[in-house]
């Protein structure tokens, strides 16, 4: 311990003991002197030996007897707190080995006292075991009395300190003999004399024994004393013990000590004369006690079985078998006997439990059996233990099966008995779970109503125990059901494992020994004991000994395990468990096969077949080759007879396959179960891994599986391997989803089972062919006499027959003929006939024969049919609808090999028969994916086409040369689809029309992808075509497609379908079979449109292009018509397509051939945009582009120039219609109303721009007429309230819809090109103003749709659309509308103004008109920036046309515009719509601002003027500008705001306009003077009123403030008074009338009476008025009046 000993640790030890010493003397200062006094002198002690000794811990321990008193006569006082002191005190000197023996004896002994006045008894433990555990310098005596002492405290009153105590035995039995074991290693190295050997042969004395040895022997032999109940010899002073406890302490030394009792004779003996015996004895009650017995019949009463001891008991038995079986044989035959006996049915039910789990712990050790075998079996006179065991626990897990476990009286009252639910449980369980085709929900065992639950125990190999283990447990555990079985099982799976594993290791080294005769011991794989066994006796003894123990050890177990293993097979239902048993039985079987023992390999064999068979299946070979061996296969186990049990036909198990038996006469049916199956496959993996040792029993094995392969229906494929026959016919045979996922493997293992048969070696061989030969024999009587065997109804003998005639045609085919066999046609044709026979033959099973025949004919001589081709194809083409899924599929995959490797290998003539095959797949409605891929064929056929074109055509027109050679010699006319067309476009033709019938399939997907390929094929390689089939594409191939889908589409069944077929979810636009047809319209449309017009330099000049072209438009009209929005829209898209076609080329540029291949074809100018809503559908290039081009210095092309414009006035008639039809409103309204989508209007709107382009040179006012009404239908069309938030801004946002966005547009395109055409397109300017000027009404009158009901777009309700209420229909913003279309108005007329027609049809006056309402309105307006935009535009017009309207003053054309000009200003200026309450202070300002500029354009473009104008309107200027001089308050507005809200700014240039007019210099008339002069006076005479009322009012008043609004008002009037003398002042004096001067100082006196006013406001407004009086004042004239001027 160099942590103790180092110098710092001795001083630590020594300061610490000091402070111990001392602490004890304060404490015992008052009540224990002496104490005290010895706590001092030991300081002083402990002082000394410090100082005087180098060695501390030596000397400390010398003295320690000294030095530990002070502390032991502490612990005498007996106070708790003094005791503890000591106590911790002793405790550091033992950890620092400073206690000498006597020291310990004393210690011991002062523990001794304090224990039997049960003090500190927790700290009296762990001082016993620091003392014992540190040094070893206890012995004897005193560690004897110390375990007492720690025996004493495990039996008190104190739970915590008995099982402390308790740990402390245990740990100090465990010190006592670890001490024994580090002596002897001590000695081995010093001594080894042969005296002691000697000295010990005398067993019993102990003397010879080492010290620790010797306590060892005294401890161990007192425990089986106190187990014994006896009085011990050593432990003196015991009052009490358990026996449960002395057990335990026994097994512990046993388990962890076993050489201790191995290597010394003495002990060996304890084990022999004391452990044996006792446990013998104790174990009595356990043998004699019977379940059932009543203890009243018997005199003596009979000790129960108690389950604490039994379990140890079985505890220190296993350990006693596992490690000291060499040393008792005998004991252990014993101990093997009871176990045996323990497993009876009389015993209790935990007592089973438990011992099933020993035997389970001797099963995993398969080296001990053996040595059972060799020291019990194959002696003489002995028991058969090994046999025992083995057939013990057969009769166990037979027993469990036949008594129910709880059905025994005497255990009712039992704590060992199995409470699961009463006697009734187990067969109601069984019941409950195993009916409903074996849905059992546990793994279990069921056997004539008996379940039995299957527990995981243990991982396989290893023995874990429950109930071994319980040793806190008193009563006997409540075993669960099924755990007894299921331990009992695993026994068996662990001996099996164990015992083959061990065999064939064993083996395997013989058998290499043999071959390399090398020594034993070099083998790894044996263990010590073995090799010792073997290095002691001679090579060849040693084999035949080995044999002979591995012959014992099969021959001891055999029937027991199969008896066993057989039961639980026919009792397992769970598919794990199953799979154990077999394989047991397999490892078995092989095993036996290898030691050559047959009768036992036959009977394993025997049992695997029997359980893959159906029970009660009459199979003759197994019932009599067995039976003369097994002798009615009962075997003898433990003297009771126990019947091999037959499978019971009640067992629960899923039945997974019903097939027919295999016999002369049907016989109706039987069924496989998985577990049959299951069986089948051990027995295949048997032939498989063990055929070698098979021997015999090939016969069995063969027999078994030819019945199953017949049940099972496998079927022979070609080259006899076996397959499974999918969809077998008739009644007899069904196979379930389970069984079919097997199937493939089973067969596939049966097929290499053959194969594998070449590793065999002769003999075995031998043994197999002997066993197929004797079967075939037995099937060739049964086959016999079946000529006709095609057509047999037994479905088998057909298949047999099919198979011979498939196999006789490929060989034909194979064989290497001379000549080949394509030159010689006509044996091909014969080989290949039979073949297309086959054809009539209904029975599905025979055509699928047939078809995998053509199959592997084209993978073979896919590449020389030749002539055979047709027949070929007619097989294929054979199938009908109404035949099985799987015959399609496999006539299908061959079609596919055709396509894909064989068509350049086949006669061109042959191609049509391909098509038309791969057509009529497309129409097979069995399997949706073989239609689709079937058009997806026919687009590869196309290709193949388009690339080899040059070759067939040259190849079909030779053939065709041919037949019309012949024809003509016969007389009669050749007969061909599409006949005028030459042959190449035939085939080309033919392709098309398969096409266009797969386009009007009911599936929809089918004609989508038909469509789809359809119109690729006729886009990429239809320039192949001759220029005249061109008219059969169009009119027969196209045209006609249209007509069926319009057809189909308007007759389908608006029924919503509710899902597609399995479970397809279908997206709601597809869920009625009209939308999906909608689909296909849509698609067929699309699709025409492109060929049109990528095809137009074809099609043009075909002559009736024109006919063509108005059926086109016929189509495109009722599509956009229909009453489906997806349809109609996507018409619009064809129709926009249709109309961007370029220009035909000219003549000179056309080729003079057909164009082949290489000719680039026209480009589309332009993708269609998708139909996203907000993006409109306007084409990539702009109109300006388009309007360059067709204005470019070459001419449009002249040829055809006047057919074009008919086409496209005939285009313009079609839009017409569909505009004029969509946006007409309906007369009534109802939910099914159909009202057209904003992305319809938007199209068919924007379509407009590019027709016009190709019509403008003939378009007159009639036309802009019909225009203008779609154009304002389309934008008065509601939306629905849920398309709603899609389609518009949020009502805040000033955005227009692409709607409205194309409305303008299309105005637009039309004004420019009036802007650049003739003189007399010019003439419909006013027309467009009309259209522009009627939206701009919009913003203030939103339009009606019809009758019906619109909510305004904020009160829609968006998200509460109610089900089944009609949607509710929403007028749209239409403001950004209105005020965009004003902003055009503006433009445009800043234009035209001065256009002869914009003048003559008074535009301005409508403008202004219009403009009217908006401004009349002003805060009523729905959006405020309406009248403010309305104001501006009116500026802006008014700048422009009223220079236009002074030069056309004489000719009266504006007369009327006037009178409407002065009223909109009117109506402007003094609203009476009164502002809303929350407009702010600084938008006041604003929009008085906005009255300010409107006065500003008076004065500045109307007044100066005043000549050329008519004399009333200035007269209602000059009033209108009176009136807001004066000012016109509002009565609305909070007092505070009074004098800011009054217009000051509007009022002051009112009154300066009026004056500066007044005023002007220019006055030319006296009339306008007079005007001036009037309004001045009247001026004047207001203020001075005013000025007047106030006075008196104020007077009035007397010390109240007068109202706010009189106040204001007196001090507008004088700033007006201020302001106008200022005006005066400004003009030239000979401009005003002397008369106004008067009037104006005529105010002077009235102003001064004012100064006593209250009012500060007023004051200050007054100085300001009587400060201009100063410039009146001159010195008076010389002439005096009276004192007065």
């Known amino acids: 311990m160099s942590g103790t000993n180092s110098p710092e640790a001795v001083k630590k030890l020594l300061e610490n003991m000091q402070s111990d010493l001392r602490a004890l003397s304060l404490e015992c200062k008052k009540k224990f002197p002496p104490v005290k006094e010895a706590a001092e002198s030991g300081i002083i002690k402990v002082k000394t030996i410090a100082a005087r000794n180098t ?143 000697q000295g010990n042969s005398n067993r019993r004395s102990v003397s010879t024994l080492k010290p620790c040895a010797k306590d060892a022997y005294m401890l161990f032999q007192d425990l089986c004393q106190l187990v014994n109940a006896d009085a011990p010899y050593w432990l003196v002073g015991m009052t009490e013990m358990t026996r449960t406890f002395g057990l335990e302490l026994l097994e512990s030394v046993l388990n962890d000590f076993p050489q201790v009792f191995l290597q010394h004779q003495e002990f060996s003996f304890l084990l022999k004369e004391r452990v044996c015996p006792l446990v013998i004895k104790l174990f009595s009650p356990n043998i004699k006690f019977r379940q059932g017995s009543s203890s009243s019949s018997s005199p003596a009463p009979v000790e129960k079985p108690y389950f604490p001891i039994c379990m140890r008991l079985l505890r220190v038995v296993s350990v006693l078998i596992k490690q000291f079986y060499s040393l008792l044989v005998t004991e252990c035959e014993i101990f093997l006997s009871l176990l045996v006996k323990f497993l ?9 439990a438990v011992a099933v789990e020993s035997i389970h712990r001797l099963c995993v050790q398969p080296q001990l059996l053996r040595s059972f075998c060799q020291s019990y079996d194959m002696k003489q006179h002995s028991t058969k233990v090994f046999r ?27 704590a060992g008995n199995n409470n699961s639910g009463g006697p009734v449980s187990a067969p109601a369980n069984s019941g409950m779970l195993g009916i409903g085709g074996g849905v059992t929900l546990l793994p279990a065992f069921e056997y004539r109503g008996t379940w039995i639950p299957i527990l995981t125990i243990t991982v396989q190999g290893s023995a874990k125990a429950t109930y071994l283990e319980m040793l806190d447990k008193v009563e006997p555990p409540t075993i669960p059901e099924g755990y007894a079985m299921s331990v009992a099982f695993h026994c068996l799976l662990d001996l099996v494992r164990g015992i083959t594993s061990m065999i064939e290791g064993e083996l395997g080294e013989v058998e290499t020994e043999c071959q390399t005769t090398t020594e034993a011991a070099s083998s790894p794989t044996l263990s010590s004991e073995q090799q010792e066994l073997q290095s002691t006796s001679d090579q060849m003894d040693k084999e035949i000994v080995s044999r002979a123990v591995w012959e014992e050890m099969v021959n001891a177990c055999w029937c027991g395990l199969l008896a066993a293993l057989s039961l639980l097979l026919d009792a397992s239902t769970d598919e794990a468990a199953t799979e154990n048993i077999l394989k047991a039985e397999l490892t078995m079987a092989a095993l036996c096969g290898r030691l050559g023992l047959v009768t036992s390999r036959d009977a394993f064999i025997t049992a695997i077949c029997k359980g893959s068979l159906p029970p009660h299946y009459a199979l003759t070979v197994l019932n009599t080759t067995t039976a003369a061996t097994l002798s009615n296969k009962s075997y003898s186990i433990q003297g009771q007879s126990v019947m091999m049990i037959s499978p019971s036909s009640e067992s629960h198990q899923q039945v997974v396959a ?60 070609s080259g006899g391997a076996l397959k499974p026959g999918r969809a077998v016919e008739g009644p007899s045979t069904v196979l379930t989803t389970a069984v079919m996922t097997d199937l493939p493997v089973i067969s596939n293992i049966l097929s290499r089972l053959f194969e594998s048969s070449q590793y065999l070696d002769d003999v075995s061989l031998h043994h197999l062919i002997n066993a197929l030969c004797s079967l075939s024999l037995e099937a060739m009587d049964m086959a016999y006499g079946n000529n006709k065997v095609c057509q047999h109804p037994n479905s088998r003998m057909r298949e047999w027959g099919a198979e011979a005639l498939t196999s006789l045609i490929k ?59 047709p027949l070929v194809l007619g097989v294929m083409g054979a199938i009908r609808n109404d035949q099985g899924e799987s015959l399609i599929r496999t006539a299908f995959q061959c079609l596919q090999l055709v396509v894909t490797d064989f068509l350049p290998t086949m006669p061109c003539t042959c191609l049509q028969i391909v098509v038309d095959v791969a057509g009529s797949f497309g129409l097979h409605n069995q399997e949706l994916n073989i239609s689709l891929t079937s058009i997806g064929l026919l687009w590869n056929i196309s290709d193949y086409f388009f690339q080899r074109g040059e070759t067939i055509e040259k190849e079909l027109n030779k053939e065709e040369a041919a037949q019309q050679k012949q024809a003509e010699e016969k007389g009669v006319v050749l007969n061909r689809p599409f006949h005028p067309a030459p042959p190449f476009d035939c085939l080309w033709l033919c392709l098309y029309a398969k096409l266009g019938e797969l386009c009007v399939d009911p599936r929809p997907a089918v004609r989508k992808s038909a469509g789809q390929t359809l119109f690729s094929t006729i886009g990429a390689h239809g320039t192949l075509l001759q220029h005249s089939t061109w008219h059969t594409v169009i009119w027969k191939v196209l045209f006609h497609l249209l007509d069926r889908v319009r057809e189909s589409s308007t007759t389908a069944d608006k029924e919503k379908i509710e899902s597609g077929g399995g479970n397809i979810l279908i997206h709601h636009s597809r869920d009625t079979a009209e939308k999906q047809w909608a689909e296909t319209w849509v698609l067929t449309l699309a699709g025409v449109a492109r060929i049109f017009n990528t095809r137009r330099y074809l099609l043009q000049p075909l002559g ?58 026209p480009v589309l100018l332009g993708s269609v945009s998708g139909p996203g809503l907000s993006r409109p559908f306007v084409r990539t290039d702009s109109i300006g582009d388009r309007l360059g081009r067709y204005n470019s210095s070459e001419p449009p092309v002249v040829t055809d120039e006047l057919e074009d414009l008919n086409l496209w006035w005939a285009a313009w008639n079609t839009w017409y219609r569909i505009g004029s039809e969509s946006t007409k409103p309906p007369v009534t309204f109802d939910k099914l109303t159909f009202i057209p989508s904003q992305p319809f209007l938007t199209a068919l709107i924007q379509i407009f721009p590019a027709l016009y382009q190709h019509i403008k040179t003939g378009f007159d006012m009639d036309d802009l007429q019909k225009l203008g009404v779609i154009l304002h239908s389309a934008v008065s069309v509601p939306i629905s309230s849920d398309a709603s938030p899609f389609i518009l801004p949020s009502y805040t946002e000033a955005v227009l819809t692409s709607l409205q966005e194309a409305v ?104 202004i008109k219009t403009l009217r309402v908006p401004l009349s309105l002003k805060y009523s307006c729905p959006s405020e920036s309406t009248w403010k935009l309305a104001v501006s535009s009116l500026l802006k017009v008014l700048s422009i046309g009223l220079p236009v309207a002074r030069q056309h003053a004489s000719s009266g054309k504006f007369d009327s515009m006037w009178p409407e000009l002065a009223n909109t200003f009117e109506d402007f200026l003094f609203t009476k719509s009164v502002p809303p309450d929350n407009l702010s202070i600084q938008e006041f300002q604003r929009n008085e601002s906005i009255d300010v500029e409107v006065v500003q354009l008076i004065s500045t473009e109307i007044l100066p003027y005043a000549n050329f104008i008519p004399k009333e309107f200035v007269g209602q200027i000059m009033t209108m500008l009176n009136k ?49 002069r009037m309004a001045l006076s009247v001026l004047l005479k207001r203020s001075q009123d005013v000025l007047h009322r106030y006075i008196e009012d104020e007077r009035l008043s007397g010390k109240c403030p007068l109202p706010r609004q009189q106040v204001t008002e007196i001090i507008f009037v004088l700033k007006a008074v201020s302001t106008l003398i200022d005006s005066l002042k400004k003009t030239q004096p000979e401009n005003v009338d002397g008369n106004t001067w008067a009037q104006v100082i005529a105010l002077y006196p009235t102003l001064v009476e004012c100064i006593t006013c209250s009012s500060a406001e007023v004051c200050s407004a007054l100085k300001e008025a009587l400060v201009p009086f100063k410039d009146f004042m001159h010195p008076p004239a010389s002439k005096v009046q009276n004192g007065e001027s």
Request: proline share 5%.
């Open 1304 to 1407: 303008l547009t299309a105005l637009d395109v039309l004004q420019k090109a009036i802007c650049v055409g003739p003189e007399n397109m010019q003439i419909m300017y006013p027309a467009i103003f009309d259209q522009l000027l009627a939206f701009v009404e919009f913003s203030c009158k939103p339009p009606q749709y019809g009758q019906l009901e619109t909510k305004h777009i904020a009160n829609a309700k968006y998200n509460q659309i109610q089900l089944f209420a009609p949607a509710e229909w929403v007028a749209l913003n239409y403001v950004p509308f209105a005020e965009r279309s004003l902003e055009v108005v503006v433009d445009l007329y800043q234009k035209t103004a001065c256009h002869k027609a914009v003048v003559n049809e008074k535009v301005l006056q409508n403008i």
């Open 344 to 352: 009876d049915a009389d015993k209790p039910q935990w007592l089973r």
């Open 1524 to 1572: 807001g001089s004066i000012h016109s308050q509002s009565s609305s507005f909070t007092e505070a705001e009074i004098d800011i809200r009054l217009r000051e700014e509007f009022s002051k240039m009112c009154f300066e306009t009026l004056l500066q007019f007044s005023f002007s210099n220019k006055v030319t008339t006296p009339q306008e003077g007079y005007i001036s």
């Open 811 to 869: 060989a034909g085919l194979t064989f290497n003929h001379d000549p080949p066999l394509s030159q010689n046609q006509r044996l091909q044709l014969l080989l290949l006939n039979p073949l297309k026979e086959m054809s009539s033959i209904n029975h599905p099973d025979i055509r699928l024969k047939q078809l995998e025949c053509v199959l592997q004919i084209l993978q073979s001589q896919g590449d020389s049919l030749g002539p055979g081709w």
């Open 658 to 717: 019903v097939g027919q038996p295999l016999a002369i006469q049907p016989q109706g049916t039987v069924m496989l179960t998985s577990k049959n199956i299951q069986c089948m496959r051990t027995l295949l993996n048997l032939a498989h891994c063990h055929g070698a040792v098979l021997g015999t029993s090939w016969q069995l094995v063969l027999a078994t599986l030819q019945h199953l392969v017949w049940i099972l229906g496998l079927k022979p494929s």
């Open 388 to 414: 025992d065991i083995v057939n013990a626990l057969g009769s166990f897990i037979q027993s469990l099966f036949l008594v129910p476990p709880t059905g025994n009286p005497a255990t009712t009252n039992q």
């Open 1104 to 1161: 009736d292009f024109s006919r063509a072209w108005d059926v086109l438009l016929d189509h495109i009209q009722s599509a956009a018509l229909s009453k489906n929005n997806e349809v109609s829209l996507a018409a619009l898209k064809s129709f926009q397509e249709i109309l961007q076609i370029v220009s035909p080329v000219r003549d000179s540029d056309k080729p003079e051939t057909p164009p082949a291949v290489n000719v680039p074809v």
């Open 55 to 197: 060695e501390i811990l030596a000397a400390l321990k010398e003295n320690s007897s000294e030095v530990v008193q002070p502390f032991l006569m502490g612990c005498g006082t007996k106070e708790p707190k003094i005791t503890q002191l000591c106590l911790a005190a002793i405790q550091r000197l033992m950890s620092h080995e400073v206690v000498s023996e006597t020291a310990a004896g004393n210690i011991i002994n002062m523990l001794w006292q304090l224990m039997e006045n049960s003090l500190e008894e927790l700290k009296l433990l762990q001082t016993v075991l620091v003392l014992l555990t540190t040094n070893t310098v206890v012995h004897d005596e005193s560690l004897s009395k110390a375990i007492v002492l720690c025996f004493r405290l495990h039996f008190t009153k104190d739970n915590i300190t008995n099982n402390t105590a308790a740990a402390t035995v245990r740990q100090v039995v465990t010190v006592v003999f670890e001490r024994m074991v580090a002596e002897d290693e001590r000695h081995r190295d010093i001594i080894e004399q042969p005296v002691l050997v």
